[in-house]
C-alpha cells in the first residue's frame, strides 16, 4: 500500500484542527430572554451566505483485480464551497465549485463548476442563467428522467453525482404549477476516471480522442411542466438534444471503446403521491434514437415507522424498480434493476444515521449492497464510514458488471463544514 | 412486460386510490370555547420572521446549539405557512423546511436539503418524529396543532399563582407519539401556562412552558418555550429573537417551487 501524499496528510491536519468542540458549553442558555423589539429594524437587502465543506477521504478496496496495475486505494481531499449573495430574495447569484485531489488516482483528481448563475424573479416569472444543477425525478436510486446534468464519473456512482451544466432556464410559477422551457447550449461529454482507477468499471480502455458527438453546435432544449394537486404532484416534461449516455463501439484494432453521443428524443411523466406515511412515485420515459424507440419505467415506495418504541429513532424504507430499454439494448449495467434500501435516523443530537442500499440486476442476480454509517463530530465536522460489497457469485467477463464485481472497498471520510 | 403492467396496476392504484387523512375540532363545548379563544389570542400576526435559537441541555450539563430563521404568514382561510431555514450546525446549514399547516387535513411538509439540490415532499403523518434531535416532536410545532386533539374541560385550578383552566386533549390521529396531553391555559388572559404531555404508556414524557408575549396589542407570541422531558433528563429551550412583522416577503415563496429561493 502506497502512503498517502503529502497533500492529503496536509488538508488531514487542516481538517482535524478545525473539527473545535466549540458546540460544548455548560451554559449556553439565557437567564432571561430581553424584551423583544416590535419595531425591529427591516431585514437587510443583500445577505451573503457561505457555507459547504472541506475533507479528507480514504478507501481501501480489499479484492484482487482483474485489470492488471488497478490501484487500490483512494487517498484524497475535497472543497465544496457555496457562496449565495441574495438581493431582497428576488435576485440571487449562486457560485458553487467542487474541486478533488487524489494522490493516488491523478485522473480523478479534478475541478468541476457545479454552480455559477444568476437567479432573478420577477412576479410569476424567474430567470436562471448560467452553470447549474437541475435534477428531475423524485427516485433515491438511479432515475430515467434526470436528464439535463452529465454525472460525473469520476465520483461513486452510488453516490450519481452531477456535472454543472450551462443553460438558461424560464419558468412561470404559480401556486401549485409551473412551466420551465431550458436552452442548453453546451454539451459535456462524461469525463472517466482512469482504466486504472478501481471506478473505471469497463472491461476495456476508452478512446477518449475519439468521442463523436452529433448535434454538437446546436443547443439542447427542453420543457417541463409541474401540477400539484393535493397530495400528488404530476410532472411532464420533453428533452431533445444530445444524449448525456453514449453509444459504445468496440474497435477491434485498438481493443478501445469508442464513445458516440446521438441526438435524442425523450419524454417523461412523473407520479408522485404522499399517503399517510407512504410515498409512491412512478416514473415513465420514452426515448428515441436512431428512428428507434425504447421505453422505460421506474417504480417506487417509500414507508417512513417514526419514533419507533417511543425512542424518537426513525426508520425510512425504499423500493424502486428500473427498466431502461435503451441501457438494456446497448449494454449498461444496471438496466433492469431493483434497488431496496433502509435508512436509520437516530434522531440524536449528532444526527447519527445508518443507510443501507441494496442493488441488483434483476434477471441476473447481482446483489451490490453499500451500508453508510454517518455522525456529527463537534459542531462542524462529519464523519462517514462507507463499506461497499458485491455479495454474489463470479460473474463471467462477458457481463456489464465483470469489472466492479471486485470493486468491494471500505472508506472512511472526515468533513469540516463553514 | 407482465412484470411492467403489475407495476404499473399497483402504483397507478396506490396513487390514484389514496386520500388525505381528516380531522375536525371534537370536544365538550366548554372545552372548545376555550381553546377557541386560545387560538384567536395566537394569530392574526399576518406574517412575521424571526431568529430562532434551540438549546438541547443533557442532564450531564452539555448543551447544543441550534440556530434557525423563521419567516411565517398566515393564509386567509387555513393556518400558516412556515418556512425554517437552518443556520446551525454548519453540516444542515441552508436547509430548508416548508410546512403549510391546516386546520382540517395533515399538514404539507417539504425539506429543501442542498445536497439534493432539489425539494423533496415528505410523508406528511410523520408527526411524532423528533425535531432536530430536540425534545420537540414535529406535531409540537404551529398554530394548527390544537385542532388535530379532542378537547375535555377537567377543571379549574391554580398554576404557579394562575387562575387556569385544565383540558384534557387527545390526540385524532394513531400516529401521534402521545395518548392524551393536559393543558392549562391561564383564565384571565386566554393563552397556553403548560401543557403536559403523557406517552402512549400513558405516563407523562414532557412539559412544555412557554413564556408569551402580547405583540401589536393583538397576538400572543413565544418569546421562549421550555420542553423538560421527565423520563430522560433531557430539556429543550427554544428562543425566539428579532420579530419583524414588517418583513415584506412575497407570499408566493411559501411554496415548494419557490421556497428554496428565501436565505
Known amino acids: ?418 | 412486460m407482465k412484470l411492467f403492467s403489475k407495476l404499473l396496476l399497483g402504483s397507478i392504484t396506490a396513487t390514484l386510490c389514496s386520500f388525505q387523512g381528516t380531522f375536525a375540532q371534537e370536544g365538550d363545548a366548554k372545552a372548545l370555547d376555550i381553546i377557541k379563544k386560545v387560538d384567536y389570542n395566537s394569530r392574526g400576526f399576518g406574517k412575521y420572521s424571526a431568529d430562532m435559537t434551540m438549546f438541547l441541555n443533557m442532564p450531564g450539563g452539555k448543551s447544543f446549539k441550534r440556530e434557525m430563521k423563521v419567516y411565517s404568514a398566515e393564509q386567509p382561510s387555513d393556518y400558516e405557512r412556515t418556512i425554517n431555514i437552518f443556520k446551525s450546525p454548519a453540516d444542515v446549514k441552508g436547509t430548508k423546511l416548508l410546512i403549510h399547516a391546516h386546520a382540517k387535513v395533515t399538514d404539507d411538509q417539504w425539506i429543501f436539503l442542498p445536497a439534493l439540490n432539489k425539494p423533496k415532499r415528505i410523508s406528511n403523518d410523520n408527526t411524532s418524529g423528533s425535531f432536530m434531535g430536540s425534545e420537540v416532536a414535529f406535531e409540537d410545532l404551529g398554530n394548527a396543532k390544537m385542532m388535530k386533539f379532542s378537547h375535555k374541560f377537567i377543571r379549574e385550578d391554580d398554576l404557579r399563582g394562575k387562575n387556569s383552566y385544565v383540558i384534557h386533549s387527545t390526540p385524532l390521529s394513531k400516529y401521534s407519539g402521545y395518548s392524551y396531553v393536559e393543558m392549562w391555559v391561564d383564565k384571565a388572559l386566554n393563552i397556553v401556562a403548560e401543557i403536559r404531555f403523557f406517552d402512549k404508556k400513558k405516563e407523562l414524557m414532557k412539559i412544555e412552558t412557554p413564556e408569551l408575549k402580547l405583540f401589536n396589542n393583538r397576538t400572543y407570541m413565544p418569546v421562549k418555550i421550555t420542553y423538560k422531558n421527565v423520563k430522560t433528563g433531557k430539556a429543550t429551550v427554544i428562543t425566539w429573537d428579532n420579530y419583524d412583522f414588517r418583513s415584506a416577503l412575497n407570499s408566493n415563496l411559501f411554496s415548494p417551487e419557490k421556497f428554496d429561493n428565501i436565505n
Open chain 1, 1 to 418: 500500500m502506497k502512503f498517502p501524499s503529502k497533500n492529503v496528510l496536509i488538508w488531514l491536519g487542516i481538517t482535524l484542527y478545525s473539527l473545535n468542540g466549540s458546540a460544548q458549553s455548560g451554559s449556553l442558555v439565557p437567564d432571561s430572554v430581553v424584551a423583544q423589539d416590535e419595531s425591529s429594524p427591516a431585514e437587510k437587502k443583500i445577505k451573503f451566505e457561505l457555507s459547504g465543506y472541506i475533507g479528507v477521504e480514504g478507501a481501501k478496496f480489499y479484492n484482487s483485480t482483474i485489470v492488471k496495475g488497478q490501484s487500490r486505494e483512494f487517498a484524497s481531499t475535497v472543497a465544496f464551497p457555496t457562496l449565495k449573495v441574495n438581493y431582497k430574495n428576488n435576485h440571487r447569484v449562486i457560485l458553487s465549485p467542487f474541486a478533488r485531489w487524489d494522490g493516488l488516482d491523478k485522473e480523478r483528481s479534478h475541478i468541476d463548476m457545479r454552480e455559477a448563475y444568476y437567479s432573478g424573479t420577477f412576479k410569476s416569472i424567474e430567470l436562471n442563467a448560467g452553470i447549474q444543477q437541475v435534477s428531475w425525478g423524485n427516485m433515491i436510486g438511479p432515475s430515467v428522467v434526470n436528464v439535463i446534468n452529465q454525472s460525473d464519473e469520476r465520483e461513486d456512482f452510488l453516490r450519481s453525482e452531477r456535472l454543472g451544466q450551462a443553460q438558461a432556464n424560464l419558468a412561470y410559477i404559480r401556486e401549485n404549477f409551473s412551466a420551465t422551457l431550458f436552452v442548453i447550449p453546451f454539451f459535456r461529454k462524461k469525463n472517466f476516471p482512469d482504466a486504472q482507477s478501481p471506478l473505471f468499471y469497463f472491461p476495456v480502455p476508452i478512446a477518449e480522442n475519439n468521442v463523436r458527438v452529433d448535434h454538437k453546435s446546436s443547443p439542447s432544449i427542453a420543457a417541463r411542466i409541474t401540477k400539484r394537486i393535493e397530495s400528488l404532484d404530476v410532472a411532464v416534461s420533453h428533452f431533445y438534444g444530445t444524449n448525456r449516455m453514449p453509444n459504445f463501439a468496440l474497435d477491434y484494432h485498438t481493443m478501445t471503446l469508442n464513445p458516440h453521443y446521438k441526438v435524442q428524443h425523450q419524454s417523461n411523466v412523473e407520479l408522485q403521491h404522499v399517503f399517510k406515511n407512504i410515498t409512491s412515485k412512478l416514473e415513465l420515459a420514452n426515448k428515441w434514437e436512431d428512428k428507434s424507440s425504447y421505453q422505460c419505467i421506474n417504480a417506487g415506495l417509500e414507508y417512513v415507522v417514526s419514533n419507533i418504541f417511543g425512542s424518537g429513532i426513525e426508520n425510512t424504507f425504499y423500493g424502486e424498480y428500473l427498466y431502461d430499454q435503451w441501457r438494456k439494448e446497448k449494454q449498461f449495467p444496471f438496466a433492469d434493476a431493483y434497488f431496496l434500501g433502509s435508512k436509520l435516523n437516530f434522531s440524536d443530537v449528532q444526527s447519527s444515521e445508518v443507510f443501507i442500499k441494496f442493488l441488483s440486476n434483476r434477471e441476473e442476480f447481482t446483489p451490490f449492497i453499500n451500508v453508510e454509517c454517518s455522525r456529527r463530530v463537534t459542531s462542524n465536522g462529519k464523519i462517514i464510514l462507507s463499506i461497499t460489497e458485491y455479495l454474489g457469485k463470479e460473474l463471467p467477463y462477458t457481463s456489464s458488471l465483470s469489472v466492479m464485481q471486485y470493486n468491494s472497498n471500505v472508506s472512511l471520510t472526515l468533513r469540516r463544514f463553514f
